[in-house]
């Protein structure tokens, strides 16, 4: 009898409270995800962390800022395949190099992220705040210097700006999400 309550407790009761526990997760990255500016693509791109985010807000600006490097990453992969193939050759030099500067900002960002302490706390957040801002700019400064230029390479520049434009979104909800630590946490 005892092992017939058990089987029950588990088959009925186990899936319940998980179910309500993930809820409560999605929960809480859709809310947190609300105050940034690109609240669907914040949610989407970290609902995937939610078993480790849990309702921690440290964990979920750690999620957005590798959600952040991963994206800077993929569009500075594209601008060094881009490299001699478009007649855009100064401008893709000059988003290469913008882009490794966004690159090192957000790498930087997580590794401070990383290490966080109490003591060391407004400084580390102050830093990480000035590191992703700087990767706005890096990104929108990339894509500058392509306004105007239109698809005559083949739609390499469409594509670039399309990259830089998600890293800049992804980089911009990671910061929203930063903010918001700094805040809870003074």
């Not at 690109?38 to 921690?56: A, F, G, N, R, T």
């Not at 881009?82 to 690159?103: F, I, K, M, P, Q």
Request: negative net charge; aromatic residues 4%; charged residues 20%.
């Amino acid at each position: 009898m005892a092992a017939l309550f058990f089987s029950l407790v588990l088959t009925v009761v186990l899936p319940t409270i998980t179910a309500v526990t993930n809820d409560s997760r999605s929960d809480f990255i859709r809310t947190s995800c609300d105050t940034t500016l690109y609240p669907s693509l914040c949610y989407d791109s970290l609902s995937v962390y939610s078993d480790s985010i849990k309702q921690s807000p440290s964990q979920l600006a750690r999620a957005a800022v590798s959600v952040s490097l991963k994206s800077t990453q993929k569009a500075s992969a594209l601008v060094a395949r881009l490299g001699h193939s478009t007649r855009e050759h100064g401008s893709v030099r000059d988003c290469a190099e913008n882009l490794a500067d966004a690159l090192d900002q957000v790498k930087r960002s997580a590794r401070e992220l990383s290490r966080l302490s109490r003591a060391g706390f407004r400084l580390q957040m102050g830093n990480v705040q000035t590191w992703l801002s700087a990767a706005i700019t890096n990104d929108d400064t990339c894509m500058d210097g392509f306004d105007g230029s239109g698809e005559s390479d083949g739609g390499g520049v469409t594509a670039l700006s399309g990259r830089v434009s998600c890293a800049k979104q992804v980089t911009s909800n990671a910061l929203a999400l930063v903010n918001n630590l700094a805040e809870t946490q003074e």
